[in-house]
C-alpha cells in the first residue's frame, strides 16, 4: 500500500541548498532541475545564502503553508553543522519526505522509526576526497614540503572528514598550515588577503596551496596574484600549485585544463541522485537506504598528476 500523498498527479520537490555563491551548490540546482525534468517533477530551488536562521524559516514557511500547497518531499543541503534537526521532525509530522544532503546525521534513524514518510542521506564520500587530496600533494611535492589549507566551516561534516582524510594519506614530509574560508571565493580571497599583509607570511614557505572547494582555491589564488601585482617577488606566487574540490565540469575541471587550478577532486553533484530516489520512494514505496554515499576521484588522475610535477620540476630546475 502506497503512502497517501503518493496518489498525486504531480510530485512537487523544494530543494534546500546553500549559497548561490559556489559552483558546486549551482551545480547541484542544476542536477536538479535536470532531474526533475526527466522524472515530470516540479522542483523549487531556494538558497540560503550561507545563513542557517534563513534556511530554517524559509523550509518551515514550505512546511507551515495550507496542506494543498505543501511539497510532497524536501531536499535539504544545511548550512549548519546539526543539519536541522527539528525543522526535519517539522518536515515528517507534516508528512513532508526528508532528505538531507552531505550530512550524516543521527536524527535520521529515528526519523525512520518513527514516521511513515521517506527520510534518508545522500552524501559525498568525504573522507575519501580527503584522502585523494592527501594523495595529490604527495604526487606534487615527492620530496615534501610546506601547505596553505584553507577549509570550510569547522562545523560541517564535509571540513572535518576532508581534514581527517588528507592528514590519513599525507606523508609526514609535508607540512600543513590551515586558514579558514566559508565555501565561497569571496571567504577564501578575504582570509588569504589578510595573511599576505601579516610579515610573518613574506617569511612563510609554501609550496602548494591546497583548498576543500574549488571556488576556495580560486579565491585564494587571485589574492595571491594580487600581492604579487602589487610587491615584489611576483614569481614566488604565481608558479605555486593550487588545487582544490568538487570538479564542476564548467569551472574546477574547465580550470584544471586552463591551468588556473593543478588539480581538483570531482564530488558528483547529489541533488539528481537524492531527487531520483525521493521519486522511487514516493512512487512505488520502495524503502531506500538510510545512508548513500558517492565517490568521489581524482581529477587529473593521480599518476598522471605526479608525471606533471616531475616535468614541472625539470623546468624549473628543481626548484
Same mark, same amino acid.
Given at each position: 500500500m502506497g503512502l497517501s500523498f503518493c496518489s498525486m498527479e504531480r510530485l512537487r520537490v523544494v530543494v534546500s541548498l546553500i549559497t548561490q555563491d559556489n559552483d558546486f551548490q549551482m551545480e547541484q540546482a542544476v542536477a536538479a532541475e535536470e532531474a526533475g525534468r526527466k522524472l515530470g517533477v516540479d522542483v523549487q530551488v531556494v538558497f540560503a545564502d550561507n545563513d542557517s536562521i534563513q534556511q530554517s524559516q524559509q523550509i518551515l514557511g514550505f512546511i507551515q503553508t495550507n496542506s494543498q500547497a505543501r511539497p510532497d518531499g524536501i531536499i535539504c543541503e544545511p548550512v549548519g553543522g546539526p543539519g536541522l534537526p527539528q525543522v526535519a521532525?517539522?518536515?515528517?509530522? +507534516?508528512?513532508i519526505a526528508w532528505v538531507i544532503m552531505n550530512r550524516n546525521v543521527e536524527y535520521i534513524k529515528e526519523l525512520r522509526k518513527n514516521y511513515e514518510v521517506p527520510?534518508? +542521506?545522500?552524501?559525498? =564520500?568525504?573522507?575519501? #576526497?580527503?584522502? #585523494?587530496q592527501g594523495k595529490q600533494l604527495a604526487a606534487l611535492l615527492p620530496n615534501g614540503g610546506s601547505v596553505l589549507y584553507i577549509q570550510g566551516p569547522?562545523? %560541517?561534516d564535509a571540513c572535518k572528514l576532508r581534514t581527517a582524510g588528507l592528514y590519513d594519506t599525507k606523508p609526514e614530509t609535508i607540512q600543513i598550515k590551515t586558514?579558514?574560508?566559508?565555501? %565561497?571565493?569571496?571567504?577564501?580571497f578575504k582570509a588569504v588577503n589578510s595573511w599576505l599583509r601579516l610579515s610573518t607570511s613574506q617569511q612563510a614557505h609554501?609550496?602548494? #596551496?591546497?583548498?576543500?572547494? =574549488? +571556488?576556495m582555491a580560486a579565491g585564494a589564488k587571485k589574492a595571491f596574484q594580487q600581492f604579487s601585482d602589487e610587491e615584489a617577488g611576483r614569481e614566488r606566487w604565481t608558479a605555486v600549485p593550487f588545487i582544490g574540490v568538487d570538479g564542476v565540469p564548467k569551472t574546477g575541471q574547465a580550470w584544471v585544463r586552463n591551468g588556473t587550478l593543478t588539480a581538483t577532486v570531482i564530488a558528483p553533484p547529489l541533488a539528481g541522485t537524492a531527487l531520483e530516489m525521493l521519486v522511487r520512494?514516493?512512487?512505488t514505496g520502495t524503502v531506500q537506504p538510510e545512508l548513500t554515499s558517492l565517490t568521489p576521484r581524482s581529477y587529473p588522475d593521480l599518476q598522471q598528476l605526479a608525471k606533471s610535477a616531475v616535468k614541472q620540476a625539470h623546468v624549473g630546475g628543481g626548484a
Open positions: 521532525r517539522a518536515a515528517a509530522a +507534516a508528512g527520510c534518508f +542521506a545522500v552524501v559525498s =564520500d568525504h573522507l575519501e #576526497i580527503g584522502k #585523494i569547522a562545523e %560541517t586558514m579558514k574560508g566559508s565555501w %565561497t571565493e569571496a571567504s577564501a609554501i609550496d602548494v #596551496i591546497a583548498a576543500q572547494n =574549488d +571556488a520512494a514516493l512512487k
